[in-house]
């Protein structure tokens, strides 16, 4: 198949083909939400300091969050991860080596995912890098994906806290879910203003209240 440019497709045009090719269903990149909500969500691990900064910040500002850890990291810190479910923020599934899963087997992609000791439903694709074919492989292991529709850019080398504040206040929209990362200290400093910067916008952030608020695989 012909891959083809944004010069070729447009902008728009060429976001959807994307999306398309890899997968993305508009329910994902909403995490099934039900509601206009913006939903914080946060990847990969992070140390005891940043363990404690986060749920501090998040409980101090009355914020729920998602966040997906690898598992490779969490077997070895059941403890930390338990302060988070404690704290009360839903704990999911981001593979136990972080590898792109369009490139291994159906059997590397399952023992991805079941190496990994978080329960189902949700699921966040590394890199997020996945087709149909891993969306069916997840599917039959009880597991639905929770995308994003705002990259903070967090990863990015170079990434400040302004850099990250500046490129989400000005990408929010109703309903939308924020893609962060526990291991960047930049993120960490600037989640306060972050927060507050969300509601003086005039949005809510999600509390998982809904009671309509399931995945649906």
């Known amino acids: 198949m012909k891959i083809l440019t944004p010069t070729q497709l447009g902008k728009a045009a060429f976001q959807k083909y994307v999306d398309w090719r890899r997968g993305n269903r508009p329910a994902e990149k909403r995490c099934y939400k ?32 998602m966040f997906f ?37 159906d059997e590397q992609v399952t023992s991805e995912v079941n190496r990994q000791p978080v329960a189902q439903p949700w699921f966040r694709p590394p890199y997020g890098s996945y087709d149909r074919r891993v969306r069916s492989i997840l599917a039959g292991l009880g597991y639905v994906i929770c995308y994003w529709s705002v990259d903070s850019y967090d990863w990015a080398e170079g990434a ?50 809904d009671p309509a608020w399931s995945p649906k695989a």
């Open 34 to 65: 039900t509601t206009d909500t913006i939903l914080l969500t946060f990847d990969d691990y992070a140390s005891a300091d940043q363990t404690n900064r986060l749920i501090d910040i998040l409980a101090a500002a009355k914020v729920r969050a």
């Open 69 to 105: 850890f690898q598992g490779d990291w969490a077997i070895d810190h059941s403890d930390l991860i338990e302060q988070f479910r404690e704290a009360g923020h839903i704990i999911g599934n981001h593979t136990f080596s972080h590898q792109d899963l369009r490139t291994l087997t």
């Open 160 to 209: 400040t806290s302004k850099s990250i504040f500046d490129r989400v206040t000005s990408r929010l929209h109703p309903g939308a879910v924020i893609l962060l990362h526990a291991h960047r200290d930049a993120t960490i400093e600037i989640l306060p203003e972050l927060i507050a910067e969300i509601r003086r916008q005039g949005y809510q952030l999600d509390t998982f209240s």
